[in-house]
């Protein structure tokens, strides 16, 4: 049997830390595993990068594990623990990298959790509420995803492995094969299977109306909308059919019972319902994805209030959004329009402009360079005296940004010839070399 010094001087070689993203990344994304044994549960946390030359690197961030209670909990239990300790640890692992903005995914391999997860904690049971209230508090429950339990590392946690063989476990260190391309698993949450198990942590009220009701669940409405397509390829036809029938669950209830021929209104009520039915059953993720509203009342009209109640919209449970769309369009001066601008006035702009540039070039290059030539001295005369104006020559600045100074000291070398002078700038007094600087023309030629 492994000692702890023995088991410790293994995981010394686990030391080596690499970069969480790849170079210069254009997406990132955090991606967490959720997994729980009879004997402790856990949790792994990755991120994966990518940049515009389509590289994708997927690296482990962190992971934690927890003992299991002594009081004996059933696995969805212990699972739904993993999955708070999940949350919690992701929270964390963003607010440490300044991850704001990543996109983050959260998974699990236990239908039983993400369907708790879907449910009110009001109509669950206090064990189950309070952590289902607390996950959902950190995180909504749609980035909630099922992963097959043979691609959860998170499931190396909780059953433990040897550090030795640790080393050879690439799901650990880069997660499951899914997250290098951008097709992830999506998968029906269904708690059919484990039906009593998952009633038997809803509340009493809750049970009284799934018994209440089980006849009326049994039927399935893609299979009357489809039964009902089967009595007639005629529009007409099937409206008056599901008008009849809407007809005779209205008499039910007893109230304003209706007989005789078919109404208006009730041709446009059978045509909204079946409307409706219709996209529930073809675009049921997108009418799920709709209905996540958040409205915020401001105080006033202020630009203050409405930058508040953006701000709390944008909290800590949702992600940025990528396009904000506003009832009211942008009050701000209107833009010249340029297309009524004549063609001529443009050209003479550009032909100005242009002469401008030649001008500032030719001058920079050619006068400036000028007024460096020294002749030759062939008579006792000094090229330079206090008071001239000159350029202060710097090779690695451009010819407009040289310090403008005057001479007030002169400097003579042996042959008693001016070699340096002391100049007054603006801002402070130099030695220069009269090689390094430029003198200006004060007096006519």
């Known amino acids: 049997m492994a000692t702890i010094p023995s088991i410790l001087r293994e995981y010394q070689q686990y030391r080596d830390t690499k970069a969480y993203s790849c170079r210069f990344p254009e997406v990132i994304e955090i991606h967490g595993f959720a997994d729980a044994s009879e004997r402790c549960y856990g949790a792994a946390v990755y991120c994966k990068s990518k940049n515009l030359k389509s590289e994708t690197l997927v690296r482990l961030i962190t992971s934690k594990s927890r003992v299991a209670p002594t009081k004996s909990l059933t696995i969805p239990r212990l699972e739904l623990c993993a999955a708070v300790l999940l949350a919690k640890l992701v929270k964390r692992v963003v607010a440490a990298l300044q991850l704001e903005t990543a996109e983050v995914y959260l998974w699990s391999d236990s239908m039983m959790v993400l369907a708790w997860l879907r449910k009110e904690p009001m109509d669950l049971k206090t064990f189950v509420q309070n952590r289902v209230a607390k996950i959902q508090e950190l995180y909504p429950n749609q980035l909630w995803r099922h992963v097959p339990s043979d691609q959860n590392p998170a499931d190396l946690v909780s059953r433990g492995v040897d550090p030795a063989k640790l080393l050879q476990q690439n799901l650990w260190f880069n997660g499951p094969t899914f997250l290098s391309g951008d097709d992830y698993p999506n998968r029906t949450i269904n708690c059919r299977e484990k039906l009593d198990e998952y009633n038997s942590e809803l509340k009493n009220c809750v049970n009284e109306q799934i018994e209440n009701f089980q006849s009326v669940l049994n039927i399935h409405v893609n ?47 059978a045509e909204t319902y079946l409307v409706k039915k219709v996209q529930e059953q073809e675009f049921s993720s997108d009418i799920n994805h709709l209905k996540t509203v958040h409205i915020e009342l401001v105080s006033d009209l202020t630009s203050q209030a409405f930058i508040a109640a953006l701000k709390k919209i944008y909290g800590s449970k949702r992600q940025m959004c990528k396009t904000v769309f506003g009832q009211w369009s942008l009050n701000s001066l209107e833009e010249p329009n340029l297309t009524k601008c004549k063609e001529s006035n443009l050209k003479k702009w550009q032909k100005i402009t242009k002469i401008v540039q030649l001008m500032w070039k030719f001058w920079s290059r050619n006068y400036l360079n000028q007024l460096q030539q020294r002749g030759k001295w062939m008579f006792e005369k000094n090229n330079v005296k206090i008071g001239d104006l000159v350029l202060i020559i710097e090779e690695n600045l451009p010819t407009y940004k040289w310090a403008l100074g005057r001479i007030v000291e002169l400097y003579y070398g042996e042959d008693k010839k001016v070699r340096v002078v002391k100049i007054k700038t603006q801002y402070s007094t130099c030695k220069r070399a009269i090689s390094k600087i430029c003198v200006l023309p004060m007096e006519d030629p």
């Open 223 to 269: 299979d009357f909308l489809n039964d009902l397509l089967n009595v007639s390829n005629n529009y007409i036809t099937i409206l008056r059919v599901l008008s009849f029938i809407l007809r005779f669950v209205e008499n039910l209830k007893g109230i304003n019972k209706v007989a005789g021929p078919l109404t208006t209104k009730e041709f446009e009520k």
